[in-house]
């Protein structure tokens, strides 16, 4: 069983920067992608970035494209997700992901991962 922690959320004002982390406890077959996912009060989760553990692409929503980075260190299973220019709108509660791959790519189904993080909240203002 994969437990993900994760750590770095948090209140900051508008145009602020937050670094998310997120540890899995084991790799295996069921943690190639990792990522972070995003719900807020009322809306639907989100996926908004993901990464394929080895072969290293990305997805990164349109929504926080030119603002969000995510990166790893595969020797410490770990994922970050660094966010820049905050808005209102990003206001959240981010959850780490972690999940199979399928063929090279990740999925940004939420259904398609198996592993959750117990979410972060992340409030700008």
């Known amino acids: 069983h994969v437990q993900l922690v994760e750590s770095g959320g948090g209140s900051v004002q508008a145009g602020g920067s937050l670094r998310l982390s997120c540890v899995a406890s084991?790799?295996?077959?069921?943690?190639?992608?990792m990522g972070w996912f995003r719900q807020a009060p009322g809306k639907q989760r989100e996926a908004i970035v993901t990464?394929?553990?080895?072969?290293?692409?990305?997805f990164i929503a349109d929504s926080v494209q030119g603002r969000f980075t995510i990166s790893q260190e595969i020797s410490e299973n770990a994922v970050y997700l660094q966010m820049s220019s905050l808005g209102t709108d990003d206001t959240a509660r981010y959850y780490c992901?972690?999940?199979?791959?399928?063929?090279?790519?990740?999925?940004?189904?939420?259904?398609?991962?198996?592993?959750w993080g117990q979410g972060t909240q992340v409030t700008v203002s």
């Open positions: 084991l790799s295996t077959e069921a943690t190639k992608c």
């Open positions: 990464i394929h553990r080895y072969r290293g692409n990305t």
């Open positions: 992901v972690a999940g199979p791959s399928y063929g090279t790519q990740c999925s940004t189904g939420p259904s398609r991962y198996e592993y």
